[in-house]
């Protein structure tokens, strides 16, 4: 049972323009969505992170949209670089639980020239 | 401050023999996890400890042990490997405190069983 649905697997954009990736998740009890950055061979990052209880969170280029009514959280990526290009993984926990992570199927984003 | 180090970087295990992975963090954190990553499936939680000397399964925890006995160090162990376990485990680990929920992961461990 995947809990976290993301879309779409990959994702080509042109450097400079926006990208945008959606995710869906089930369980109501989620109270955390992390965005995470992973680069070939490394490990994931936090890129960005947002709590039900506000519908978006702007980081510099980076923007989380939030949906609660219809279970549903983007990112979007403004003014895509080529240092942009990267794994970006959706994710939901519930904190008071222990916080584990559950993960979306992730998407590769490549950013052209 | 290295923040979240795993221990190996890679190694390559033949059917049935056995071995651990090591996590370390110095941020004293209360939380770990052990994940594992395949291609399509993001990360999966294996099992989880929210202090030391506790410990519980996650979504995949068949084949796999852990133990907590230092608050900085997470094991897993593959007491039995099977080909199925080849994959990148990542390990992590995230502070207990309210508005501070961000785990921090590793660089990885790549296993390969033949």
Same mark, same amino acid.
């Given at each position: ?10 994702? *080509? ?5 926006i ?20 680069f070939?061979?490394k ?33 979007? *990526? ?10 970006y ?17 992730g ?7 | ?18 071995m651990?992975?090591l ?6 954190? +209360?939380?770990?996890?052990w ?5 399509g ?33 997470f094991?897993?162990?593959? +007491? ?8 990148v ?26």
């Amino acid at each position: 049972q995947q809990q976290v649905k993301q879309s779409p697997q990959s994702l *080509i954009v042109q450097k400079g323009g926006i990208s945008i990736i959606n995710c869906a998740y089930e369980n109501t009890a989620f109270d955390y969505f992390p965005w995470y950055q992973q680069f070939p061979g490394k490990g994931p990052a936090l890129l960005i992170a947002i709590r039900p209880d506000v519908s978006e969170k702007k980081e510099g280029r980076f923007t989380i949209s939030f949906n609660k009514s219809a279970k549903q959280f983007s990112l979007h *990526i403004m003014d895509s670089q080529p240092g942009d290009s990267a794994t970006y993984f959706c994710a939901a926990s519930i904190r008071a639980a222990g916080n584990k992570l559950t993960f979306g199927g992730g998407t590769r984003v490549l950013v052209k020239p | 401050n290295a923040g979240v180090t795993q221990t190996p970087k890679f190694r390559v295990l033949k059917t049935g023999q056995s071995m651990t992975l090591l996590c370390a963090q110095d941020m004293n954190h +209360e939380y770990m996890y052990w994940y594992r990553q395949d291609p399509g499936m993001g990360l999966r939680l294996i099992h989880y400890s929210v202090g030391e000397g506790t410990t519980a399964k996650g979504e995949v925890p068949d084949g796999y042990n852990v133990s907590r006995l230092k608050k900085q160090n997470f094991l897993l162990g593959l +007491e039995s490997a099977a080909p199925s376990q080849t994959s990148v485990y990542f390990c992590a680990s995230s502070s207990i405190s309210s508005y501070q929920e961000t785990q921090y992961f590793g660089p990885g461990t790549r296993l390969l069983v033949l």
